[in-house]
């Protein structure tokens, strides 16, 4: 069974930075995309950026010119630099793969990582 491992959250002021990173164990299926979501308390599970092994990214609105998503597809690896970082980004955050063969696709999520933003 695939398991991603998150690391990088932590609590920041308001207008700091962090570095998330997620892992990838090597398996036989290719990873297709990657993503980060998140979800705060009450509330339902978000796209935050999503990456696809193309080099397509897409953002979320709210984080536009803030965050930067990116994959080293060697090293089956994903990033998330955050900058600017607001109390509304607070949340636990989660990496999402999506796997694929010639005859299968599943997703996997990592363990989520907390990340605050302090005002």
């Known amino acids: 069974q695939v398991q991603l491992v998150e690391s990088g959250g932590g609590l920041v002021q308001a207008g700091g930075s962090l570095r998330l990173s997620c892992a990838a164990p090597g398996s036989v299926f290719s990873i297709r995309t990657m993503g980060w979501y998140r979800q705060a308390p009450g509330k339902q599970r978000e796209l935050v950026a999503l990456?696809?092994?193309?080099?397509?990214?897409n953002y979320a609105d709210s984080v536009k010119g803030r965050f930067t998503i990116s994959r080293n597809n060697v090293r089956n690896t994903l990033a998330l630099q955050m900058s600017s970082l607001k109390p509304e980004d607070t949340a636990v955050y989660y990496c999402?793969?999506?796997?694929?063969?010639?005859?299968?696709?599943?997703?996997?999520w990592g363990q989520g990582t907390q990340v605050t933003g302090s005002s």
């Open positions: 990456i696809t092994s193309g080099g397509n990214i």
């Open positions: 999402n793969a999506v796997f694929a063969s010639d005859y299968t696709e599943f997703q996997d």
